[in-house]
Nanobody, 111 residues
Framework: VQLVESGGGLVQPGGSLRLSCAAS????????ARWYRQAPGKEGEMVAS????????DYADSVKGRFTISRDNAKNTVYLQMNSLKAEDTAEYYC?????WGVGTQVTVSS
């Protein structure tokens, strides 16, 4: 049973990235899922959440209108599409379902 994030990297301000959270050992669509981020010297922040049915999503004010959380049940994967990236979005991003966490993927926004 695990979550594995991918898709992070270095991107210029204004650019886009799509993070993936692949679940194995369980059906991720049966549970609410969340993306968190942790930047050095800052408190962790819940960035986005999606309900098990996928019908409801929620976002931190800092990313509303720029980030979109979604899921692909056939691929057992949750995504975070990040557009109009800013330097302050630089952080390690983690996927979370119940008490299960991935190892994270680093996103760096810099010119």
């Amino acid at each position: 049973v695990q979550l594995v994030e991918s898709g992070g990297g270095l991107v210029q301000p204004g650019g886009s990235l799509r993070l993936s959270c692949a679940a194995s050992g369980f059906t991720v669509s049966s549970y609410d899922a969340r993306w968190y981020r942790q930047a050095p010297g800052k408190e962790g922040e819940m960035v986005a959440s999606i309900t098990s049915g996928g019908g409801n999503t929620d976002y931190a004010d800092s990313v509303k209108g720029r980030f979109t959380i979604s899921r692909d049940n056939a691929k057992n994967t949750v995504y975070l599409q990040m557009n109009s990236l800013k330097a302050e979005d630089t952080a390690e991003y983690y996927c979370n379902v119940l008490q299960l966490w991935g190892v994270g993927t680093q996103v760096t926004v810099s010119s």
